[in-house]
């Protein structure tokens, strides 16, 4: 186990984001967290970061709670769902930096240079960059630095289908390396061609977790898509995982 949430609760005044929602994530396996907007990813997602902290429950990676690692030993890269960068680097220094900063060499921020076709923007301000040229950015940057888990929020926006290819492989590879990923999208087609298992959260809670066949068998759901799990649980049915009732299955 290498990311573990247990009865994790957050609020923001009056509005409560997560309602004890417990889950484990596991080394070397790629996991879908997915919800409408409001469902509590994004928060989810910034717990693990430490952008914020849980009001109650516990949240431990490679079996030790998040507040004990400090900034320089913490291994999770994250991919924001708005690209964050130095606005006085270019694309260049930007890499240049990170790959001093975590020992990567030449031959590293090439490939990334090559697959993520940067070459043309390397002397260039972030801020003159578009959208999807921003978040090919923010790939490089996740993927240069040292982690166990990578972290990314709606990595695909603004992505051309090529691009959303590459991004695919290259969270395929760091599987393979036994790095975890844990992507919160709303893509679900894209993701569900490559992930291991899936996080279903709704209104705070979370409604069902595991393989897509293990989903589809706790809800007596049979031979759906990804999508028509995530919208006949969410619209039909909120109870929590492992209760369910016959359905009829039909198309999206």
Do not use: W
């Not at 490679?62 to 400090?70: E, M, N, V």
């Not at 130095?86 to 240079?113: C, F, P, Q, R, S």
């Not at 940057?141 to 090529?162: H, I, M, Q, S």
């Amino acid at each position: 186990m290498l990311l573990r949430f247990e009865n994790v609760s957050k609020s923001y005044g009056r509005v409560r984001a997560l309602n004890k929602i417990s889950f484990s994530v596991y080394q070397g396996e790629i996991v879908g967290l997915i919800g409408a907007n409001g469902a509590g990813k994004t928060t989810t997602v910034l717990n693990i970061v430490r952008y914020i902290v849980p009001d109650e429950g516990l949240i431990t990676l490679k079996g030790k709670p998040l507040s004990q690692y400090d900034d320089t030993s913490y291994p999770v890269t994250y991919m924001p769902d708005v690209p964050v960068y130095y606005e006085e680097l270019t694309v260049n220094e930007h890499l240049e930096l990170l790959a001093a900063v975590y020992g990567k060499n030449k031959k590293d921020v090439d490939n990334l240079i090559e697959r993520l076709e940067l070459a043309e923007y390397l002397d260039k301000l972030p801020d003159t960059l578009s959208k999807g040229t921003k978040q090919k950015l923010m790939i490089a940057c996740a993927v240069l630095r040292n982690f166990d888990l990578f972290v990314a929020d709606e990595p695909f926006t603004g992505l051309d289908p090529k691009q959303i290819r590459v991004l695919k492989d290259i969270f395929i590879e760091q599987r393979q390396k036994g790095k975890t990923v844990l992507l919160s999208t709303h893509l679900l087609d894209v993701i569900e061609s490559f992930c291991d298992r899936y996080i279903i959260l709704n209104k705070g809670i979370i409604v069902a977790e595991g393989t897509k066949e293990d989903i589809g068998k706790a809800y007596n759901l049979k031979n759906c898509t990804l999508e028509q799990l995530y919208l006949r649980i969410t619209a039909g049915d909120t109870r929590p995982f492992g209760g369910g009732s016959d359905f009829d299955v039909i198309d999206y």
